[in-house]
């Protein structure tokens, strides 16, 4: 069965700084999704950023991006200029790709402070 | 187009009651998923429907949980004889193809 292991349940961050949140996954397969998704107090879950395990580039959206190791099944997150609103749970999740859907495998999440 | 709209917000039972929980999927989204978040935990996932069809239910728990998607009108999740232990926010999600969920606010549901 796969995995995501999140080993850092909290981090901190001060602003305008670079914070990273790691994650590692445990799988068989070659082909899936890694996310990295958002969940500030108000409960809604954001996808922040998404990468397909066939590409070798990693992904980027705007301040976020990932550093995707898959031989080391580790797909790290990178916040760049950090803003209070940056603040929220991160979770890591794993999907496996393809002809139909399949469900989305979570980690248990890192908390993110923000420190003005 | 309004997002993945999930009803009640919070909801509150005691100890054998019946809980609905609600979930409008995004306009032309066919795939619904339901997915549980015990405190301090990942979601986790629960079932996945088609209009009319269960697809997968390998983490429903195999007694007083069901869902259902009918061909008219929300997704329904129904827990029957709710335990403190179903104590869980309860998300939903939809999706269009398999590249991406967009997910509800999720429903509180807290057994008294």
């Known amino acids: 069965a796969q995995t995501v292991t999140q080993s850092q349940p909290e981090m901190s961050v001060q602003e305008a700084e670079t914070v990273t949140l790691s994650c590692t996954y445990d799988t068989s397969e070659s082909d899936y999704y890694l996310f990295w998704y958002k969940q500030p107090p108000s409960r809604q879950m954001i996808l922040v950023i998404r990468?397909?395990?066939?590409?070798?580039q990693n992904a980027t959206e705007n301040r976020f991006s990932v550093n995707f190791q898959k031989a080391a099944k580790s797909f790290s997150l990178k916040i760049s200029d950090s803003q209070l609103g940056d603040a929220a749970m991160y979770f890591c999740?794993?999907?496996?790709?393809?002809?139909?859907?399949?469900?989305?495998?979570f980690g248990k999440g890192t908390r993110l402070s923000v420190i003005a | 187009n309004a997002g993945v709209m999930q009803n009640p917000r919070h909801l509150v039972r005691r100890r054998g009651q019946e809980a609905r929980l609600r979930c409008s999927p995004m306009?032309?989204?066919?795939?619904v998923y339901w997915y549980r978040q015990l405190p301090e935990e990942g979601l986790k996932f629960m079932v996945y429907l088609q209009k009319e069809n269960i697809i997968d239910e390998s983490g429903m728990p195999k007694e007083r949980f069901s869902a259902e998607f009918p061909k008219e009108g929300p997704s329904i999740l129904r827990i029957q004889q709710v335990v403190r232990g179903d104590s869980a926010a309860y998300f939903c999600?939809?999706?269009?193809?398999?590249?991406?969920?967009?997910f509800g606010s999720g429903t509180q549901l807290s057994v008294l």
């Open positions: 999600a939809s999706s269009f193809s398999e590249e991406k969920l967009f």
């Open positions: 999740a794993y999907s496996l790709r393809n002809s139909g859907n399949t469900p989305l495998v």
């Open positions: 990468q397909e395990a066939y590409k070798q």
């Open positions: 306009k032309g989204h066919s795939h």
